[in-house]
């Protein structure tokens, strides 16, 4: 965290010398991407915070803890397969699910077929790609995400 | 005003929802109130509020300094090493979800771009988006998204290149939508 502050003063100081205005319109740009993304952050994480309440912690562990084995790693790639969340929505969701105690091996699976494979816009790819390409496309995916997803997991797994 | 009420008309009640019942639920002592406050919501936030802004400075650096429009405009007649690593760039600043990324694929197709580096455009903007990187590495961590990113890329030149082959072989087109 303190090495990215470091950076972006840096970084802010060089572009500074270089171009003042070009700086000021970045550094505002940036906040009011902030700023826009804020009430939906905010609603995001308290509706996380009133479900994890009430979903026992023993529940969530049974699905994707460690007590569900290789069956978490399961639910983990079909879950981010099949589902359209938004990036801003998933990492507060994988940020908090870490912190209640699953894995990074699990969340790597979840985040890798979330990103690569999209089963639910595949019908509007193929209307750009035809059916057949969206199909195969996806497959190929699915298996490049299994691929870095289970690499990123044994990796956690053994540091 | 009504604008900003309509695109949040989801975020504004929940927030003053949340606000008002964490605020009586310190006034009666509530203890289930308190606690979904001190436990779980104050300790999600916490962290982010100070870490997003700083990352989202870098990302309106990044943006006036490399233009999405500047990088597009070098893509049509480059080709190899060079065209890969534009057409990653393009990917990267993409935001929005996947099937925004099939309008721009049809444009680049027109412009004369080859299959294999659609396809690696297409896989590179849903692996990594710079704006979404500040959430990634301020909920997960710096090393969870270089190990992912590092990982991915080769994973996506290789189907991208199958992808290609194919696309190429078999004399397909990409259509408007």
Not at chain 1, 140 to 155: D, P, Q, R, T, Y
Not at chain 2, 112 to 119: L, Q, Y
């Amino acid at each position: 965290m303190i090495a990215i502050i470091i950076l972006t003063a840096v970084l802010t100081l060089i572009s500074f010398v270089f171009d003042r205005k070009k700086t000021l319109k970045g550094i505002k740009k940036g906040m009011m991407m902030f700023f826009k993304i804020l009430p939906t952050l905010l609603s995001v994480i308290i509706i996380v915070s009133i479900v994890l309440y009430l979903v026992s912690d023993e529940v969530l562990m049974k699905y994707l803890g460690k007590d569900a084995g290789l069956g978490a790693y399961v639910s983990a790639a079909v879950i981010g397969s099949v589902s359209i969340i938004p990036g801003f929505i998933a990492y507060p969701l994988a940020g908090i699910l870490l912190k209640t105690g699953v894995s990074f091996s699990v969340l790597s699976v979840f985040i890798t077929t979330l990103k690569m494979v999209g089963v639910l816009t595949i019908p509007i790819e193929a209307r750009f790609f035809g059916l057949r390409t969206a199909i195969i496309r996806n497959s190929l995916s699915f298996i490049g995400a299994i691929l870095v997803g289970g690499s990123m997991a044994l990796i956690f797994y053994y540091i | 005003m009504n604008k900003i009420y309509k695109k949040y008309k989801f975020d504004f009640p929940v927030i003053i929802a949340f606000v008002v019942f964490v605020g009586s639920s310190y006034y009666y002592h509530y203890n289930p109130g308190i606690s979904i406050f001190e436990h779980n919501f104050w300790s999600f936030i916490k962290e982010m509020l100070f870490a997003l802004p700083v990352m989202f400075i870098l990302v309106g650096l990044f943006d006036v300094w490399v233009s999405k429009e500047k990088v597009q405009k070098h893509i049509g007649e480059a080709s190899g090493v060079k065209g890969i690593m534009l057409i990653m760039l393009l990917a990267f600043m993409q935001a929005g979800p996947l099937y925004a990324a099939f309008p721009v694929a049809y444009i680049l197709w027109k412009k004369g771009t080859s299959a294999k580096n659609i396809f690696i455009y297409l896989s590179a903007s849903s692996i990594v988006k710079i704006p979404m990187l500040a959430f990634e590495i301020g909920f997960l961590g710096i090393q969870f998204s270089i190990l992912r990113i590092m990982i991915s890329i080769p994973v996506f030149i290789i189907v991208g290149t199958i992808m290609g082959k194919y696309f190429t072989k078999n004399k397909l087109e990409i259509k408007n939508g």
